[in-house]
């Protein structure tokens, strides 16, 4: 077999102490599916598959990245470290060429084989599984070829892994906002890491993905904790303007410097659907931008230990309770609260909470 993809692995134990060093862990930069064998996965440890047309720039950016987010919230004394839930990442590089994409996936496949055996039976690597709507491979990365982006695509309770994909795409590794969804991805890991949970449907309970008046999965909880935390962490680093986290969060409004107008906002009540009641599938990214707010609008009150509280409580209560216990209200009370703040006249005034 030809070498068809890169494929790094290095554990972050070698670093716990040193937060700055990502680059002298890196192993066998160019190996081939072959070295699979011999792959640490280890406590905290990142495996790279890499698709063939993704350069090393993109993976030293994304690994060190997402080492960042590492050292800031898989800490020793949360749940997720306590048992052993943060690791291993397998973290996909997508390019912009299929073929090498379809080959990507072909040799994760192998990998999950090797070292997944049970859980590989419930994926697309399966292969009497087929989806006559997939196009190009079995659609485990390819879409992301298509379509860019990122995500978090796996169950760590019953896959045994975090499966993270990046796009080159939407945002591409050269953009500033690269860094920023590397963070957001990673805020996801933390934030499916604080539980024992097997049953899926429980489990998206208790990260509020189920907390609207109906069964669909929402996102204003999990993604607005999410973005804002990816904002907010992206812009202490060193290096980044210091105008940054205000100039996302307006642009999250569509609230422009000079403007009396947020058209966020008045999308939100044109579509006249409850926070908590949007859908991904339906107007999803107005739930990801106002949901930001609302967690920008708790921290204002709160304090943002309380968001990273409240997940170290998941196990422990269902999400209504644990969010009255934390925030002093249910989340519907809260958003109506929320709402009353984020409809005021004077749209200058919403930023006050970001200062
Ligand atoms: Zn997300």
Redesign the pocket.
């Known amino acids: 077999m030809t070498i068809l993809f890169s494929l790094l692995s290095f554990s972050c134990r070698d670093q716990a102490s040193d937060e700055n060093s990502a680059d002298g862990n890196f192993l066998d930069q160019h190996d081939t599916a072959s070295s699979t064998e011999s792959e640490p996965e280890t406590e905290g440890s990142i495996v790279v598959f890499a698709a063939s047309d993704v350069g090393d720039s993109t993976i030293e950016t994304t690994v060190e990245w997402l080492e960042k987010a590492q050292s800031l919230w898989y800490t020793e004394g949360t749940f997720g470290s306590e048992n052993d839930l943060y690791s291993p990442i397998y973290l996909i590089l997508v390019g912009d060429e299929m073929q090498a994409t379809i080959e990507l996936e072909e040799e994760y496949c192998d990998h999950l084989y090797e070292h997944h055996g049970e859980s590989v039976e419930y994926s697309r690597c399966n292969t009497n599984y087929t989806d006559p709507n997939c196009e190009h491979g079995i659609c485990l990365f390819t879409e992301y070829v298509t379509n860019g982006g990122a995500?978090i695509a796996s169950s760590r309770q019953n896959d045994g892994y975090h499966l993270m994909i990046m796009a080159a795409k939407n945002p591409g590794p050269n953009e500033e906002d690269y860094k920023k969804v590397v963070f957001?991805?990673a805020f996801?890991i933390y934030q499916l890491s604080q539980h024992n949970e097997l049953d899926y449907d429980k489990a998206e309970e208790l990260t509020g993905r189920r907390s609207g008046d109906h069964d669909e999965n929402v996102p204003w909880w999990?993604?607005g904790t999410?973005?804002y935390m990816a904002v907010y962490h992206y812009s202490q680093q060193d290096g980044v303007d210091e105008n940054y986290f205000e100039r996302e969060m307006r642009n999250k409004l569509g609230y422009f410097e000079g403007e009396s107008e947020a058209y966020v906002i008045n999308e939100y009540l044109e579509h006249d659907t409850k926070l908590y009641n949007i859908t991904f599938d339906d107007n999803g990214h107005l739930a990801y931008h106002i949901g930001s707010w609302l967690v920008a609008y708790l921290v204002h009150t709160h304090g943002q230990q309380k968001i990273l509280d409240f997940y170290q409580n998941i196990h422990l209560m269902n999400f209504e309770d644990n969010f009255t216990e934390h925030f002093d209200q249910d989340h519907r009370a809260t958003i109506d609260e929320f709402e009353d703040f984020l409809f005021q006249e004077d749209k200058a005034l919403l930023l006050e909470i970001l200062r």
């Open positions: 995500g957001h991805e996801h999990s993604e999410a973005e």
